[in-house]
């Protein structure tokens, strides 16, 4: 199997991957050991963020590249903040969109994710290929003896040290009975762990095959794409076109009717018990967001290849035109459901998140759109979506959405006070609020003792957000 040449490789810019690799593994290892997730994972992303900028050929220094590198700093410093899943998430996708975008910067993004996937399941196969990211022969003197005399028999050691522990526990106790405070295994795991971030991280191949992919996922037609031949050996192009035509209006009545009842369901009938509604509304959004992907997979269908320049589907696209108005009306009919749903019951993360998917959904319908409207690939569609949930991600780790919920809800008459205090995160400071507005001397105890005992914890594993509570 090949890979891509090396003309893009780390190995331009000014450090070379295994000196990359050996510096942050051994950050890794310096920010975590004895420590928790805090202050230093967003350090860790903002180093790996900076050396990535400097080791990225000036070619690669995109707009879009600069971008991402922009968000990769904001996102860590995010996790710095708050420290929870969607700012870590926004971290591990803006670092590793970064270092595929340094490498290569005409790849599709939308390739990220498969190219990491099998860099991750050949690590062991890669990590035996020394040459490929080993230092050579004409390494200098000083680093042949800090390999030959440190790195290769503290490797041996570490090696055996684990097998004959696990093998003899007075030779475990032997060594774990100093007094110095030194937990090995904990050591051991997170060199492993940072290693394998570092060596796929920094030293990831891009192979030939995810070329041929990245032709297929071009955004726009080429000459030869353009003359109107039959999809399927079995079905002229006569017979095709009519297939849509006749798929598309049927769905277009189908999805009418589907439209009248599910407002009337919605709007009309009788006001249920809270819980039933809210089964209800997830059933019924869930409804929408499942329709909304099967009426676009229906629309890529028809609209694939040479099919888009038939001069006579022009009321094929009429009608996957009405169909796409008519998914954004259920859309608009969902929003203004859950909108109903908040007014009632207030904010949630679910609901906030129903939000999300719906908008995200309308913004799929747009972009089918335009799609048939300037004649463009399937290809087209993920790769601009792709662009969409990555804003998500980012979104989701830069705003304080527990903060906005419990606002939000203090307003109301049936605040939850339990509900807010176990199950929305980063909202103490509304809590503080509430407390003070009601006199409720025991909350703010309680907020302001998990406060301190945030505040505790060691610089590098605090979260940020805890130490601007008064």
């Excluded at 076109?241 to 009248?260: C, D, K, P, Q, Y």
């Excluded at 993920?382 to 989701?396: P, R, S």
Aim: with cysteine; aromatic share 20%.
């Amino acid at each position: 199997m090949k890979t891509t040449p090396n003309i893009n490789h780390p190995t331009s810019g000014p450090m070379k991957p295994y000196q990359l690799i050996l510096l942050t593994t051994t950050l890794f290892i310096t920010l975590f050991y004895g420590e928790e997730m805090g202050i230093n994972f967003g350090i860790l992303g903002i180093a790996y963020a900076l050396l990535t900028l400097f080791k990225t050929p000036e070619r690669n220094r995109t707009k879009t590249f600069l971008t991402i590198f922009t968000a990769s700093v904001l996102s860590s410093a995010a996790f710095a903040w708050y420290g929870d899943f969607a700012s870590f998430l926004a971290v591990f996708t803006s670092l590793f969109l970064l270092t595929f975008k340094s490498k290569n910067a005409d790849l599709k993004s939308i390739l990220v994710i498969p190219v990491f996937a099998v860099n991750f399941i050949t690590f062991i196969y890669r990590f035996f290929k020394f040459d490929d990211w080993f230092p050579k022969r004409n390494t200098s003197g000083m680093m042949q003896k800090l390999i030959s005399t440190v790195l290769i028999p503290a490797f041996f050691i570490i090696l055996f040290f684990a097998v004959y522990s696990w093998g003899s526990e007075h030779f475990s106790n032997f060594f774990t009975d100093f007094r110095f405070d030194f937990n090995f295994w904990e050591f051991f795991a997170l060199g492993c762990l940072g290693f394998f971030i570092a060596f796929n991280f920094w030293n990831f191949e891009i192979y030939n095959f995810f070329f041929k992919w990245n032709h297929n996922l071009k955004n726009d037609f080429v000459n030869e794409d353009k003359t109107p031949k039959p999809t399927y050996s079995f079905l002229d192009i006569y017979a095709e076109r009519t297939s849509g035509i006749i798929s598309l209006l049927a769905l277009n009545v189908l999805l009418l009717v589907f439209i009248i009842t599910f407002n009337y369901e919605q709007f009309v009938e009788i006001s249920k018990t809270p819980n039933q509604l809210s089964a209800e509304t997830h059933e019924r959004v869930n409804a929408v967001i499942l329709s909304i992907v099967m009426a676009i997979a229906v629309i890529m269908f028809y609209f694939k290849g040479n099919f888009n320049f038939d001069k006579k589907a022009n009321s094929l696209k009429i009608l996957a035109k009405i169909w796409i108005f008519l998914n954004a009306v259920l859309v608009i009919s969902a929003i203004a459901k859950n909108s109903e749903y908040v007014i009632g019951f207030g904010l949630t993360y679910k609901r906030l998140g129903v939000y999300a998917f719906l908008i995200l959904s309308m913004i799929g319908l747009m972009i089918t759109f335009i799609k048939i409207r300037k004649q463009k690939t399937n290809a087209f569609l993920f790769n601009n979506m792709v662009w969409y949930f990555y804003g998500t991600i980012l979104a989701a780790s830069f705003i304080n959405w527990g903060g906005i919920i419990t606002s939000n809800n203090m307003k109301r008459s049936d605040f939850a006070l339990n509900f807010h205090k176990t199950s929305i995160n980063f909202s103490e400071k509304q809590l503080l609020e509430f407390a003070d507005k009601t006199k409720n001397e025991d909350l703010r105890k309680e907020i302001l003792y998990k406060a301190e005992s945030e505040k505790e914890k060691s610089f590098l594993s605090k979260i940020l957000y805890y130490e601007t509570l008064k």
